[in-house]
């Protein structure tokens, strides 16, 4: 068995084969190219890509768009207006072929771009944005500028009509939500489902007058068809459930009431205490992420998406304004020293708001997962790491291998499930693993140095999916992967393993089955102490350093998860202290949360209550996602 060289991208028109090609681009972007966009639901190159990018020190997005051309790169007009503070060197764009050819050195924006991450959903068939949207000018906003304490929320499923978010007074209560911008384009034909907003030159914007207006309208008996009022705004199947991830979370970061812990003993219920804070009477902005964002866990474009979220609430607030904004998603890939595209602007928006916004996120829910591991090698050490890929999984699997700079020496062996070991592969090399068609099953990917972190490199072993209703479809082989890591150099090597997510979050019956690690020495036995990590357990395999992707910033807020009945760390929640600290680590990684709230009433009853997508609805659920907007409560109360 042997690596294929990998093909010239047909969108980039890269010859990723051409020796050193891949180094400083983003490894997602090169596997993209070489399965044809596969993983995106398409058998073609897109006709834009949208992507994350950062600017050298000096330049600004101004200066970038001046430099280019609308036909071929298109920047939402929120990242040059007043919303957007000096000194902003990042921004969102949607791009055609002709960008990578004026990224190359001697073009254009060569001096300007530092780096670039893909910014797509995997699962999808988008073709990032249609020639019709208009990204191009100023940004004039359209509305009231807010002042004062406002939350923004970035999320799935916010219910904006349910009266834990309207305002107390008058039947039916107005709105608090001031504006709700949803990134996806479904729903846009018919008229009185919002506008495209300015700024953002994509998805649809309402604001709380129309909301307010369609309320009225349907107001039956004192009560709002709430159902009637999403089904105007063609807000889709998340609004038809019970339960919603956004509107839970948006409950607990400003509903009516708040979550107290138990006063009556061990054994009393945890109780709710109707709140008046500022929490409770503050002006929301709501972003509905892009649904395809929603069904894609690998995060593929939850970089883009965020950032634009951001970019589109401080939009809607005056420059003075309190700004508390709480993000409760999350990925597991990624360096997690707060180098990545998007970690990077969120630190880079705070510091230049200057006190006036604060960024709380989720510390993950994957202490358990078996999705990180690391090890330290001397000179001529080898550790295998057993990556079990589930059958029957419909989507593609990802394994990023991290290592610190000038640690050059890793080589890496792929042996897939059930074959003979391919040949080795050194820093700076690249291949892919075909079938007798030609077809990529696999491919190793390991530049000198990436876009998707700054501070060492990235190798990414990613697999088709391992199965498919359609017998053309390439499928890789379930069952344990077995990757050699051996340093071939003089000094010793720390590597960071971690496997991207890959669940059925929103349980969409995507297919998604998360891969994971495996060996014999990993304590999965349920017994007392065997739900953290021991330093004395030989296996690579850690509980410690699974973490939100996203909040491993200098400058965001990243909560974890405890039991309100005796304060003790939710078992799938990141912990502090870290029970493995005295474990060699790559320089600046993060692995503990910054604080924490309450996720779970007790190590029985998981979660925590609250409201569903209908006024009057309880749901419970659990997870870091409910400890973060506790927090971004007690943040907006406290500013």
């Known amino acids: 068995m042997k690596w294929t060289p990998l093909p010239k991208g047909r969108f980039t028109g890269i010859d990723w084969a051409r020796p050193d090609a891949t180094t400083g681009f983003d490894p997602y972007l090169v596997w993209a190219e070489a399965t044809g966009f596969e993983g995106y639901a398409r058998h073609r190159p897109p006709r834009w890509l949208t992507l994350a990018i950062e600017l050298r020190p000096g330049h600004s997005v101004a200066q970038l768009e001046a430099a280019a051309s609308p036909a071929w790169l298109r920047i939402p007009p929120v990242y040059t207006s007043r919303a957007a503070p000096a000194g902003l060197s990042f921004c969102t764009a949607r791009v055609k072929p002709d960008f990578f050819r004026h990224i190359a050195p001697g073009g254009v924006l060569h001096p300007l771009i530092k780096r670039f991450e893909l910014g797509m959903p995997l699962g999808t068939d988008t073709d990032g944005d249609s020639d019709e949207h208009q990204t191009r000018g100023s940004a004039p906003a359209d509305g009231p500028l807010l002042k004062g304490k406002v939350l923004g929320l ?18 039916p209560g107005k709105a608090r939500t001031a504006y709700y911008w949803r990134q996806d384009h479904k729903g846009t034909g018919r008229k009185g489902v919002g506008r495209t907003p300015a700024a953002m030159g994509y998805g649809r914007e309402i604001t709380a007058a129309e909301m307010n207006l369609v309320m ?21 199947m998340p609004f038809e459930k019970q339960a919603n991830h956004g509107t839970h979370v948006m409950d607990l970061a400003c509903g009516p009431r708040t979550l107290v812990a138990q006063t009556g003993g061990p054994d009393a219920p945890p ?14 902005v709501a972003v509905q992420l892009d649904f395809d964002t929603v069904k894609d866990p690998s995060g593929g474009s939850v970089n883009a998406q965020v950032l634009d979220g951001l970019m589109y609430i401080l939009s809607r607030c005056d420059a003075r304004a309190q700004v508390t904004v709480n993000i409760s998603w999350g990925t597991l890939g990624g360096p997690h020293d707060g180098s990545s595209v998007l970690e990077a602007a969120m630190d880079q928006l705070i510091a230049l708001r200057s006190g006036r916004l604060q960024i709380v996120v989720p510390a993950g829910n994957s202490y358990q997962s078996r999705t990180h591991a690391d090890s330290t090698l001397k000179k001529g050490e080898s550790v ?16 990023e291998l991290w290592v610190a700079p000038g640690a050059n020496g890793l080589e890496i062996e792929v042996t897939p499930a059930g074959w003979e070991p391919m040949a080795p592969l050194q820093i700076g090399q690249a291949g892919m693993w075909v079938n007798p068609e030609g077809e990529p099953l696999a491919a190793l990917i390991y530049p000198e140095r990436v876009a998707t972190g700054e501070h060492g490199t990235c190798a990414l ?32 090597v720390t590597f960071d393993a971690y496997v991207e997510r890959d669940d059925d979050i929103a349980r969409l019956n995507t297919g998604a089955r998360q891969s994971y690690f495996n060996d014999s020495h990993y304590d999965t036995s349920g017994n007392p102490g065997s739900f953290v990590d021991h330093p004395d357990n030989p296996t690579p395999i850690r509980r410690s350093g699974n973490f939100n992707s996203i909040a491993t910033g200098r400058h965001t807020v990243a909560v974890g998860g405890t039991r309100l009945s005796d304060g003790s760390w939710a078992r799938y929640s990141p912990r502090k202290p870290d029970p493995d600290h005295a474990r060699p680590q790559r320089p600046s990684v993060v692995k503990m949360p910054e604080t924490k709230a309450a996720s779970d009433e007790n190590p029985v009853l998981q979660g925590v209550l609250a409201a569903g997508t ?25 500013l």
């Not at 009225?216 to 889709?236: C, I, P, S």
């Not at 109780?271 to 929301?284: G, K, P, Q």
């Open 154 to 171: 970035i999320d799935n499923g916010l219910a904006f009509a349910n009266t834990n978010f309207l305002t107390r007074h008058g039947t």
């Open 216 to 236: 009225k309208r349907l107001t039956f008996n004192g009560l709002v068809d709430e159902a009637a009022v999403y089904q105007h705004f063609q807000m889709g």
């Open 384 to 399: 295998t790491l057993h990556w079990h890929c589930q059958p029957g999984d419909l989507t593609q699997n990802f394994l």
């Open 461 to 492: 072993l990613a697999t088709a999916p391992t199965f498919s209703f359609d017998a053309t479809e390439p499928t890789a082989p379930a069952g344990a992967w077995q990757v050699k890591l051996t340093n071939r150099a003089r000094d010793a």
């Open 271 to 284: 109780s709710w205490a109707w709140a008046d804070d500022d929490a409770s009477r503050a002006t929301l």
């Open 614 to 638: 209908r006024s009057g609805a309880v749901v419970r659920l659990k997870g870091t996602s409910d400890a973060a907007p506790q927090e971004a409560r007690r943040v907006i109360n406290s």
